[in-house]
């Protein structure tokens, strides 16, 4: 558990089969409609669309290791706004440990959906179809690779996703981000 003064952070992991996570958890054609009507979409490198085959980038890996942490702030009731500051720090340390097992084991990390980490927010050189500055930090999201992470969180982790319905952050946050490999077993904490 990580814990900070504003937050707790729990986290869970599941191991699949990554073809048997494809096939129950990948719908597209769906996902690919919600990533449309998202501000980013085509905006940031890290989102869709993408200038790659995504049945050939998910393709060749064995096991899926997926993570989730629950994130539960110490104060009930703060806006949502403040939402992106609680999930930067497990943010932060769930892409530095995924780049570093793709270092350790190759396979392929996928990063949590939302502004990417890497250039202060708006700065992002996709709009003016620059490169971007990043690419060795920056993965795709299971969400942008088609995933439906409302139902991976609740069927892996029985844990359900919560949406504000009043411009509050919810009793808590679920942060899920993955690692495609076929290095046998892998511990997420060592
Ligand atoms: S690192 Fe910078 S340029 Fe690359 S996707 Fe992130 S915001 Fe865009």
């Keep these: ?25 990948r719908d597209p054609e769906r996902i690919a409609a ?5 501000p980013n979409y085509g905006r940031s490198w890290a989102c869709p669309p993408f200038g790659f085959d995504m049945d050939d980038y998910l393709a060749g ?15 009930p009731g703060l806006p949502f706004r403040e939402a992106g500051r609680l999930f930067r720090p497990e943010r932060v340390r769930h892409e530095s440990r995924l780049l570093d097992m793709e270092r350790r084991y190759g396979g392929r990390a996928f990063a949590y959906a939302g502004t990417c980490l890497y250039c202060p927010e708006g700065c992002c050189t996709r709009p003016a179809e620059a490169p971007c500055r990043h690419p060795e930090w920056v993965r795709p999201s299971l969400e942008a690779c088609g995933f439906d992470l409302c139902r991976t969180s609740e069927e892996l982790f029985g844990i359900p996703l919560l949406w504000s319905c009043d411009g509050r952050i919810p009793e808590y946050l679920m942060l899920v981000s ?13």
């Design 1 to 25: 558990m990580n814990r900070s003064s504003e937050h707790t952070a729990l986290d869970f992991t599941a191991t699949l089969p990554a073809a048997d996570f494809i096939a129950r958890f």
């Design 34 to 38: 919600y990533c449309r009507a998202c």
């Design 61 to 75: 890996y064995r096991t899926a290791l997926i993570i989730a942490t629950k994130i539960t702030p110490s104060n």
């Design 178 to 190: 993955g690692f495609f490999h076929n290095a046998g077993t892998i511990e997420w904490e060592e």
